[in-house]
């Protein structure tokens, strides 16, 4: 399958692109890439690759998919411009501004007779697959809550702006995560923290918590302001707790230069020190790392596009999480408890 990556910031080069790379079935083929400084690191990283300066101009080259990876406002008219042309599309998250919003792409996709896929990559990685072994294996006993929390000490990252903001950043993923483990979610109640810091009302942290469908509490928080870097999760249950301090592998990986395609046996396991602990009665022991890889995402798609597999993220799931967003920004707004 003949793929193009639509932006090449932080998210084109470091989370798509090597994965793109490593996935089976697939083949990198051209990168939108509008400025010299961009077209550069394209040439760095893929020596030869070509480079467009429009969606419309990539496709025209011959593609049968797009990962679509430019700045949250500008998704939407990407995502549709892609489907209207009658090519596979994955779309960063959040691929809508709002769930109403990303039905109109769903809509348009089942018509065009394309796939649509989000990219909820954090699903696959190492400290959440661990998590998921421990409470499938009933290592806790009967689930009732789990806590999730991601700060990081990145300020210049914050997407600013109506259709910014840390909910819709690393929210995004953090919801999803708690979906993607523990099932629906039928009541949302939040707070959010604001900031002026960069010229636009921007929410620079938040505190969710969802009520699911199973009777299992799950909360989320992160922030980028407050000078912590801290990924934890801790589940607790009727025999026990597990309580993990992760250390995001993969995105430490690929921030010093190395890629999964090199390291396939060993890419994406947490080092013992950063092992979760399960906790029961006379009984404490270390867990081993999971194997975390983004790569199966897009391997995966090639498959789904082919007819041979299931999606990995089919739209209908990233709708259910802008569900839950929608949700908790009402709730962070209103100070109120919103039902689902």
Not at 38 to 60: H, N, Q, R, W
Request: proline share 4%.
């Amino acid at each position: 399958m003949r793929i193009g990556i639509v932006g090449y910031g932080a998210g084109g080069r470091y989370f798509h692109a090597p994965f793109i790379e490593a996935a089976e079935g697939m083949e990198l083929v051209g990168v939108v890439a509008r400025s010299e400084s961009t077209k550069a690191a394209v040439e760095s990283d893929f020596p030869g690759m070509p480079t467009y300066p429009s969606l419309g101009e990539l496709i025209a080259a011959g593609v049968d998919a797009v990962t679509i990876t430019t700045p949250p406002h500008t998704r939407y008219d990407l995502v549709m411009e892609a489907i209207t042309a009658g090519v596979h599309v994955v779309a960063d998250k959040p691929f809508a501004p709002t769930a109403a919003a990303a039905g109109q792409l769903a809509e348009a996709a089942h018509k065009a007779g394309v796939v649509l896929n989000v990219f909820h990559n954090r699903r696959r990685d190492a400290d959440i697959l661990t998590l998921a072994q421990v409470l499938n294996a009933g290592g806790v006993g009967e689930l009732w809550r789990v806590h999730s929390i991601m700060d990081q000490d990145d300020a210049g990252s914050l997407e600013v702006g109506a259709a910014g903001g840390l909910l819709r950043d690393l929210g995004t993923h953090l919801v999803d995560q708690m979906l993607w483990l523990l099932g629906p979610v039928t009541h949302v109640h939040a707070s959010l923290d604001w900031t002026e810091r960069f010229g636009e009302r921007t929410d620079c942290g938040f505190f969710v918590t969802m009520t699911h469908a199973s009777g299992v509490v799950s909360t989320v928080s992160a922030s980028k302001l407050n000078h912590s870097t801290t990924r934890e999760l801790r589940a607790y249950g009727s025999e026990g707790s597990y309580i993990a301090a992760g250390s995001d592998v993969q995105a430490n990986a690929l921030m010093a230069g190395r890629r999964p395609v090199a390291e396939r046996e060993s890419w994406g396991i947490d080092a013992p020190e950063y092992w979760g602990t399960l906790s029961r009665k006379d009984h404490r022991e270390a867990v081993p790392s999971a194997q975390g890889d983004y790569t199966g995402f897009y391997t995966e798609f090639a498959r789904a596009v082919r007819g041979e597999g299931a999606e990995p993220v089919p739209s209908s799931e990233g709708i259910r999480t802008l569900e839950v967003l929608d949700a908790a920004r009402r709730s962070a707004l209103e100070n109120v408890v919103v039902a689902l």
